[in-house]
């Protein structure tokens, strides 16, 4: 997919993808507290 590959070279991009796996790790670590 080389549209993916353009979108995550930027920079912009580059730190959506970041964003999301923080988000997807304190997701995980509040699950993990809660249960």
């Known amino acids: 997919m080389p ?3 353009n979108y995550t070279q ?5 730190y ?3 964003g999301i796996l923080l ?3 304190l ?3 509040l699950v993990g507290l809660t249960f």
């Open 10 to 14: 930027s920079q912009s991009g580059y």
């Open 16 to 18: 959506i993808v970041r």
């Open 3 to 5: 549209l993916f590959q």
């Open 27 to 29: 997701i995980f670590i």
């Open 23 to 25: 988000i997807c790790l």
